[in-house]
Antibody, heavy 124, light 108 residues
Framework: QVQLQDSGPGLVKPSETLSLTCTVS????????WSWIRQPAGRGLEWIGR???????YYNPSLKSRVSMSVDTSKNQFSLRLRSVTAADTAVYYC??????????????????WGQGSLVTVSS | EIVLTQSPGTLSLSPGERATLSCRAS???????LAWYQQQRGQAPRLLIH???SRATDIPDRFSGSGSGTDFTLTISRLEPEDFAVYFC?????????FGQGTKLEIK
């Protein structure tokens, strides 16, 4: 059974960089689409971006200027960095495995396995 | 970006009753690439349905999805106590994938 475990600091200062890592166990990372999704308290879900095991990335245009993701298949991990954070970035951050589907114009995914979520608070 | 609007915002029902949740898209969802998730308080979302009507692994058959184009429905045929939660729809027919704001299913 695939399991995802996300980890990282729970408190980040404004203007600094949020960093989270997700460790995948119980299955291979190959052939899947690995994503980060966030949820502010009491609100809906926002997809942040995805990375393949090749290292190819695609980010939500709304966050693209501040986001980067990386993958380390030797450790079965992928990571998120979000720069120049503000209070608006306070949320529970989830890592998730995506099952990708492509149309003639784009590719996206639904998410069949999720990490437990990490609450990140942006505050001085 | 496709906007998904879920209704109602809150649905109050009793165990054993039938629940019908709606998800409407601002434009047609390509290939009916629409998923539904259940989120219990303090937990990660759990995939229930993908491609509008395909149940995910180990999901009970009281959960069913239907619809096409811009209008989709999640139906829970007979509510069990553990079904009271928040439900989200998500479209993955165009990038970026987007989520609805959720419907809270509460005990009446």
């Amino acid at each position: 059974q695939v399991q995802l475990q996300d980890s990282g600091p729970g408190l980040v200062k404004p203007s600094e960089t949020l960093s989270l890592t997700c460790t995948v166990s119980g299955g291979s990372m190959n052939s899947f689409y690995w994503s980060w999704i966030r949820q502010p308290a009491g609100r809906g879900l926002e997809w942040i971006g995805r990375i393949y095991t090749s290292g190819d990335t695609y980010y939500n245009p709304s966050l693209k200027s501040r986001v980067s993701m990386s993958v380390d298949t030797s450790k079965n991990q992928f990571s998120l960095r979000l720069r120049s954070v503000t209070a608006a970035d306070t949320a529970v951050y989830y890592c998730a495995r995506g099952r990708e589907h492509c149309t003639s114009s784009s590719c996206s995914a639904y998410f069949d396995h999720w990490g437990q979520g990490s609450l990140v608070t942006v505050s001085s | 970006e496709i906007v998904l609007t879920q209704s109602p915002g809150t649905l109050s029902l009793s165990p054993g009753e039938r629940a019908t949740l709606s998800c409407r898209a601002s434009q047609s969802v390509t290939s009916n690439y629409l998923a539904w998730y259940q989120q219990q308080r303090g937990q990660a979302p759990r995939l229930l349905i993908h491609r509008a009507s395909s149940r995910a692994t180990d999901i009970p058959d009281r959960f069913s999805g239907s619809g096409s184009g811009t209008d989709f429905t999640l139906t829970i045929s007979r509510l069990e106590p553990e079904d009271f939660a928040v439900y989200f729809c998500q479209q993955y027919g165009s990038s970026p994938g987007t989520f609805g704001q959720g419907t809270k299913l509460e005990i009446k």
